[in-house]
Nanobody
């Protein structure tokens, strides 16, 4: 059983910044891909950024140049640095992890990010 715990969400004004973190814990961890998704009220859950264990990162077009994902493999922790935040970035941000072989997929509970003037 793998558990993901996110932190760092909150309320910011447009143009502000936040840094999210997600730590994976549990037994028999063999984490490969980790990433971030977000879901706004009434909207589909969408990819924000994903990173392989080797560091290859893919970003959604809507966040390119504003968000940066990083990863500490030794701690099984990922981060999402969010800058130049916009009201349309408001959503619940969810941490995602997948193990080697795709035999296990895991989701965090989510952390709320609200961008409002």
């Amino acid at each position: 059983q793998v558990q993901l715990v996110e932190s760092g969400g909150g309320l910011v004004q447009p143009g502000g910044s936040l840094r999210l973190s997600c730590a994976a814990s549990g037994s028999n961890l063999r984490i490969n891909t980790m990433g971030w998704y977000r879901q706004a009220p009434g909207k589909e859950r969408k990819l924000v950024a994903v990173m392989s264990s080797g560091g290859t990162t893919n970003y959604a077009d809507s966040v390119k140049g504003r968000f940066t994902m990083s990863r500490d493999n030794g701690k099984n922790t990922v981060y999402l640095q969010m800058s130049s935040l916009r009201p349309e970035d408001t959503a619940v941000y969810l941490c995602y992890a997948r193990n080697w072989g795709g035999t296990g997929t895991y989701w965090g509970q989510g952390t709320q990010v609200t961008v409002s003037s």
